[in-house]
């Protein structure tokens, strides 16, 4: 793992001031609490997410706290589309004007399982939300961060993505994808300087995905996915500018 990001990292009030960041996953978890972050730091989100309730949640959070109107953007990627991934780059284009960072947030994970017991259903939706979705999203959304005086992509990864262990299943599968995807993006790049692909593998947070995998843990023992959040100002501001194809 990189360890470029200053320790302890104080993001400026502005940091992100004028920012056009989508974030996936917005709804819950660390997509939530990273989109509450970012517009508290002054940027215009984009929430996308499955469920329209939790969006708006965030939604009327961002606006207590003042930021910059969010946008919201419903969105299943498990059943999304090549021309579902086209609307949306050309909304944005439309609405906002372009793009300035993309954060991959959004997870599928059901239960720890033998490969064996894997249903065909749930091996098609893991590689749909947690890969197929990446890929997709970042493919349509890539002329608009190209034309970004500073863009910054980020693909959250997972320990299960790099350490292969029994009964990781799909998810596990589809989380080592993406950490070759993000690491052939950031290759095949290089020759876009104002454009950094990154990966971020959180510690452990109170999820309601890692609640699935680990039943019997006390949530009030594992911390908020708010103290997380850090790294990814960091790697979404202008302060990773330089920083490439790294792994935090």
Not at 147 to 167: K, L, T, Y
Request: hydrophobic letters at 40%; charged letters at 20%.
């Amino acid at each position: 793992m990189n360890t470029d990001i200053p320790q302890p990292y104080t993001p400026a009030p502005d940091l992100l001031r004028g920012r056009r960041i989508l974030i996936t996953g917005a709804g819950d978890g660390l997509g939530r609490a990273t989109a509450i972050a970012c517009a508290q730091h002054g940027a215009t989100v984009v929430l996308l997410g499955r469920t329209v309730k939790k969006l708006e949640a965030v939604y009327d959070e961002i606006e207590k706290i003042g930021g910059p109107a969010p946008a919201i953007y419903p969105l299943h990627l498990g059943g999304a589309s090549w021309t579902d991934y086209f609307e949306l780059a050309s909304t944005l284009e439309r609405e906002l004007g372009g793009l300035d960072g993309l954060l991959h947030c959004a997870a599928h994970f059901k239960n720890f399982s033998p490969l064996y017991d894997i249903e065909p259903k749930d091996w098609i939706e893991g590689l749909q939300v947690n890969l197929t979705a990446a890929f997709s999203l970042t493919r349509h959304c890539l002329p608009l961060l190209t034309q970004s005086a500073d863009a910054s992509i980020v693909f959250v990864s997972d320990r299960q993505g790099h350490e292969p262990r029994a009964f990781g299943g799909i998810y596990a599968i589809s989380k080592a994808g993406v950490e070759h995807m993000a690491a052939i993006w950031a290759q095949e790049l290089a020759t876009h300087p104002r454009l950094r692909v990154n990966r971020y593998t959180p510690p452990p947070m109170r999820t309601a995905i890692r609640l699935k995998g680990y039943s019997g843990e006390l949530p009030e023992q594992v911390p908020p996915p708010e103290q997380a959040v850090s790294p990814l100002l960091w790697l979404l501001g202008p302060d990773s500018q330089g920083h490439s194809g790294g792994a935090y």
